[in-house]
T-cell receptor, first 114, second 111 residues
């Protein structure tokens, strides 16, 4: 089992460019999440998908869109990147939307916006 | 806004010593979870404590929860160099799986 995989590992964008971060899990989990991690800020939830076909905003959704392509895949899109979106992005999954389930994290994508 | 604040921000101890880190939060919770993050890696779940529990153990980990003080502590006994990592508390305020993470404690265990 690969667990949660993310691509790319690193990315540098210019302001205004767009890109999609990919995430896939092979644990047959129903719920998936996107977080960003900034120095001294911990992780903040951007969007989540409780189950296939549903998506909801988290704490910091502005400037992002998501697609739950199927049960395995959950992508995060930056339509017009801004320097404030420089961060490390983590995808996670859990068995179900219950808060009693642990979340499994991918290795992260380090994004720099110039 | 951050739900959890961890204290201390950084902790340096020698191998074999115990490490204690604390987490305070602001609103009522359903449960509290602790995660570990090794440098440059994703987070790994360590332990979950429910709001009606006061203490929980898992191997060398001991977690306490005081809902009246809105605080939790994570104790790692007999620390090893491999325990060097950042530790985060995360709170769940409802039945949904949205977690709010604290700012983390960086633990350095030296030989």
């Amino acid at each position: 089992n690969a667990g949660v995989t993310q691509t790319p590992k690193f990315q540098v964008l210019k302001t205004g460019q767009s890109m999609t971060l990919q995430c896939a899990q092979d644990m047959n989990h129903n719920s998936m999440y996107w977080y960003r991690q900034d120095p001294g800020m911990g992780l903040r939830l951007i969007y989540y998908s409780a189950s296939e076909g549903t998506t909801d905003k988290g704490e910091v959704p502005n400037g992002y869109n998501v697609s739950r392509l199927n049960k395995r895949e959950f992508s995060l899109r930056l339509e017009s990147a801004a320097p404030s979106q420089t961060s490390v992005y983590f995808c996670a999954s859990s068995e179900s939307p219950s808060s009693y389930n642990e979340q499994f994290f991918g290795p992260g994508t380090r994004l720099t916006v110039l | 806004s951050q739900q959890g604040e961890e204290d201390p921000q950084a902790l340096s101890i020698q191998e074999g010593e115990n490490a204690t880190m604390n987490c305070s939060y602001k609103t009522s919770i359903n449960n509290l979870q602790w995660y570990r993050q090794n440098s440059g890696r994703g987070l790994v779940h360590l332990i979950l404590i429910r709001s009606n529990e006061r203490e929980k153990h898992s191997g060398r980990l001991r977690v306490t929860l005081d809902t009246s003080k809105k605080s939790s502590s994570l104790l790692i006994t007999a620390s090893r160099a491999a325990d060097t990592a950042s530790y985060f508390c995360a709170t769940a305020t409802g039945t949904a799986s949205k977690l709010t993470f604290g700012t983390g404690t960086r633990l350095q265990v030296t030989l």
